[in-house]
């Protein structure tokens, strides 16, 4: 499956910000969907993971609350939702995806290629 995510930009710290991510190729609902955050100078993290169904999320700590990823199937669509944004937050922004639902990265097989999120503080 190919991805392409979009949606990044300069926010100030406490707003928000919408990322979306298409994905092509493959049959999209097959696939559990992650988001992973890189800021400058760090390893890739993990932030969020949904089942192929979309009925089941998990969040990394730090973004609970704040973040809510979501999916359109019949699009063929994974979206991220970030409110409250905080200059930590700030990282480029990939979204993947893997025949699993799963929150390691080496369990994604495609990746799509960043947005890059900016927080002004």
């Known amino acids: 499956v190919q991805l392409q995510a979009f949606g990044g930009g300069l926010v100030q710290a406490g707003g928000s910000l919408r990322l979306s991510c298409a994905a092509s190729?493959?049959?999209?609902?097959?696939?559990?969907m992650g988001w992973f955050r890189q800021a400058s100078g760090k390893e890739r993290e993990f932030v969020v993971a949904i089942n192929p169904t979309g009925s089941s999320t998990y969040y990394q700590n730090s973004v609970k609350g704040r973040f809510t990823i979501s999916r359109d199937n019949a699009k063929n669509m994974v979206y991220l939702q970030m409110n409250s944004l905080k200059p930590e937050d700030a990282a480029v922004y990939y979204c993947?995806?893997?025949?699993?639902?799963?929150?390691?990265?080496?369990?994604?097989?495609?990746w799509g290629q960043g947005t890059l999120v900016t927080v002004s503080s």
């Open positions: 190729g493959r049959t999209f609902s097959n696939y559990g």
């Open positions: 993947a995806a893997s025949s699993l639902f799963s929150i390691r990265k080496s369990d994604y097989g495609s």
